[in-house]
């Protein structure tokens, strides 16, 4: 089987847990890791045991050993780490949110059409077993008609006025950086546009949303009621209500199983693998499905299409325009 080998963009705690897991996986090697301070890239070095480090990803792309690279900076930073990499011919996983807006993302979408390589969001719990088992019941027609799912996504964030998360230069915001997974969600298992958004926010003092509420309805009559809060205490749960059951998945990022209770019947739990005390394990499912792409010559993928990805972007840019949110970046 051939080993996949990896540069990874950014050396910040994700690229901390995509090492831990990349660690793991067998055929799977992080070869080179480029960061803007060689002394961080260095540090990651060492701690991984990577054999190149480098101070500039422009430099780093020019190793011909790399088959792909995973990009790991600050959501603004995004789309300029996908083109260079696509542009050096090579493959592309990037956390997510994968870019700012539809626009960014259509442009590296062509790009990566034109070069005949793979480009994918790291929207890691699509991927998860319990995930992929519930949607199935849905498309089995188990639950009936769906007419509610319920998402929340929030916890503490310390405030730092300057940090990621609270600072508009870098993108910050709840919706951008925990809005995108129950934004994702809806879309895994709606399996389409809503036909109509509405949202409302709470504003910090730097401009960026810190709780943005999102109300989606559906051309089925469904309504999906999302929230994400990096204010607010910690929640990450999922309910789907449909004419003949209900399905609800406790603590979205470390879950292992979904709880079902059929109409009139009792709860009753699926469970894919004990319990997990990291988001390390579900990153696995992930990396070794984007392996398998690179392997078999795919340009996508099948879990999450990139075209699907866009759909969850423009529903993002509208959220945006309901609420107001602006960044010191353009977003056009």
């Not at 005949?116 to 998860?128: I, S």
């Given at each position: 089987m051939k080993t996949i080998k990896w540069g990874v963009i950014g050396s910040g705690w994700i690229a901390h847990m995509f090492a831990k897991t990349n660690q793991t996986i067998d055929n799977s090697e992080i070869i080179a890791i480029a960061d803007v301070s060689l002394e961080i890239a260095k540090a990651y070095q060492k701690e991984f045991s990577v054999p190149r480090a480098y101070g500039s990803p422009e430099e780093m792309l020019q190793d011909p050993e790399i088959d792909a690279v995973y990009v790991a900076t600050p959501h603004c930073f995004h789309k300029e780490g996908i083109k260079l990499a696509l542009e050096h011919g090579k493959h592309v996983l990037c956390v997510k949110p994968i870019t700012l807006c539809t626009a960014e993302l259509e442009e590296v979408m062509a790009l990566?059409?034109?070069?005949?390589?793979?480009?994918?969001?790291?929207?890691?719990?699509?991927?998860?077993?319990?995930?992929q088992d519930a949607r199935q019941k849905l498309l089995e027609g188990a639950l009936g008609d769906i007419v509610l799912m319920e998402g929340h996504?929030?916890?503490?964030?310390?405030y730092q006025p300057q940090g990621r998360m609270f600072n508009r230069k870098l993108g910050g915001g709840a919706?951008?950086?925990?809005?995108?997974?129950v934004t994702s969600l809806a879309d895994f298992f709606a399996g389409g546009d809503p036909v109509r958004i509405d949202a409302q926010a709470h504003f910090g003092e730097t401009g960026v949303d810190q709780t943005t509420s999102i109300l989606y309805q559906y051309e089925n009559g469904c309504t999906a009621y999302l929230n994400a809060s990096i204010e607010s205490e910690e929640r990450q749960d999922w309910t789907i209500v449909g004419t003949k059951g209900k399905i609800f998945?406790?603590?979205?990022?470390?879950?292992?199983?979904?709880?079902?209770?059929?109409?009139?019947?009792?709860?009753?739990t699926r469970s894919f693998g004990g319990s997990v005390s990291t988001q390390k394990e579900h990153h696995d499912f992930m990396i070794r499905a984007f392996n398998q792409c690179v392997r078999d010559g795919k340009t996508d993928s099948d879990v999450i299409p990139i075209e699907t990805t866009c759909r969850v972007m423009r529903c993002m840019d509208t959220i945006r325009e309901r609420i107001g949110l602006q960044y010191d970046v353009s977003t056009k």
């Open positions: 990566a059409k034109q070069k005949g390589l793979l480009l994918m969001e790291a929207m890691w719990t699509r991927f998860k077993p319990e995930f996504c929030s916890f503490i964030t310390p919706l951008m950086d925990v809005g995108v997974y998945i406790d603590n979205i990022w470390y879950s292992t199983s979904y709880d079902i209770k059929m109409h009139g019947g009792e709860w009753e």
